[in-house]
């Protein structure tokens, strides 16, 4: 279906009467996939129809779809990347959507400072001590058992702040970002426990040649700038890392959060197009959330995953066969609720007028609409709440959800 370029695909805005929590009597779950790094999203749902995209991406941009290596049709005009192909049965499910030019207003190119602002749910202010889902979880004072795990080396400002105690713990297994040889004795006492499982001494090994390969890649790109992860782990063991989430709360109903963190987004010289850094990292990421969908089962109907990151990349290409950092992004989102099959958004365009500084795809989604819409038909919140979960913000809460 053929859309005007400005229209509006969004099924509307909540109202209060409307919010509620997971239909199947079921705890709502609610997974965070934090892309460190500001992945280019032009092409993980890149604008085939657009003529600037070829013309501006010369080496970069993604075939058309039905050419060697070229993308998933998604609606005529968007396309996903090939690298992201365990995806496509969630997309055809309906279980899978996008929602493009979205991102922060006001946010500038600093990873450290975009995604401090991005976490703390107050884009443009650099003071906010805790995160926005921190916020969340203090909505549930009171509970005395794990409510959200994380997958970095340290607790995320996503889940810091003074409401917030024993609600949060780290997921068990590999958090830090290191590589084997970095850390032998840790790996080989690693290696020797899954060897004692076949089931996981396979993923192990896997995993460990997935990481390996991608910190190689990481050293062989001295542009990239190695603060821009936030000391979050390439994606490499991503797969098991879904596992392993999917197993506690399949486990532990009380946990309902989860905040996952992959760095490696940063690819400002030798991105790729189908093949290459930027595809060998998107992989194991989509093949990860495909795992998740399958090994949750029946939970997966009342889980929402948000795949987000600090903010996009540059139209053009730059001078390295890479991009640079940009303005507006898409956000992903997965689950059974999720009222998938669609990219969404007022979609600009990418000519050079209706560019960010005459640069970077335009925003005309705030996140935060985008959240505050989950978080009231997801988890029931209403206006007091939301209002403190993001609390400069006075927009309206979209619906993306399925009642």
Request: proline share 6%.
């Amino acid at each position: 279906m053929q859309l005007s370029r400005r229209h509006l695909l969004f099924a509307g805005a909540l109202a209060p009467s409307m919010l509620r929590a997971a239909p199947s009597g079921n705890p709502p779950r609610w997974v965070v996939v934090l892309l460190r790094g500001a992945v280019d999203g032009l092409s993980v749902c890149a604008p085939y129809a657009e003529p600037e995209y070829g013309a501006e991406r010369p080496s970069i941009a993604l075939p058309r779809p039905g050419l060697e290596g070229g993308l998933i049709d998604l609606d005529g005009r968007f396309g996903l990347h090939p690298a992201l192909a365990a995806l496509q049965p969630l997309w055809a499910a309906g279980q899978l959507g996008f929602v493009h030019a979205c991102g922060a207003p006001g946010v500038g190119r600093s990873h450290f400072e975009a995604q401090d602002e991005l976490e703390a749910g107050t884009p443009g202010v650099k003071t906010t001590p805790d995160g926005w889902m921190a916020r969340l979880i203090g909505l549930r004072a009171g509970a005395e058992q794990v409510q959200a795990v994380y997958t970095g080396a340290t607790r995320p400002k996503l889940f810091k702040g003074s409401g917030v105690g024993v609600q949060v713990a780290a997921l068990p297994g590999l958090s830090a970002r290191r590589s084997r040889s970095q850390a032998p004795a840790l790996s080989g006492a690693l290696e020797r426990l899954y060897a004692q499982d076949p089931r996981y001494a396979q993923a192990w090994k896997d995993g460990q040649m997935g990481r390996d390969q991608l910190d190689q890649a990481l050293a062989e790109t001295p542009s990239m700038d190695p603060k821009a992860d936030g000391g979050a782990p390439l994606p490499g063991g991503f797969p098991e890392t879904a596992r392993r989430l999917a197993r506690v709360m399949r486990a532990d109903a009380g946990v309902q959060f989860a905040c996952l963190e992959l760095g490696g987004w940063d690819t400002h010289a030798r991105q790729g197009a189908a093949q290459g850094q930027l595809a060998g990292r998107l992989a194991p990421l989509g093949q990860g959330l495909a795992v998740l969908a399958q090994d949750l089962g029946a939970l997966w109907q009342d889980t929402v995953v948000t795949v987000i990151s600090e903010f996009g990349r540059t139209v053009a290409e730059n001078g390295n066969g890479g991009t640079d950092h940009g303005h507006g992004n898409v956000l992903w989102q997965l689950g059974g609720r999720v009222a998938g099959g669609r990219v969404l958004g007022d979609w600009p365009g990418l000519q050079r007028s209706a560019r960010h500084e005459g640069r970077d795809l335009a925003i005309t989604t705030d996140y935060r609409a985008v959240l505050s819409g989950i978080a009231a038909q997801h988890l029931g919140l209403r206006d007091a709440a939301l209002a403190s979960l993001f609390p400069r913000f006075s927009g309206a809460a979209l619906n993306l959800l399925r009642a």
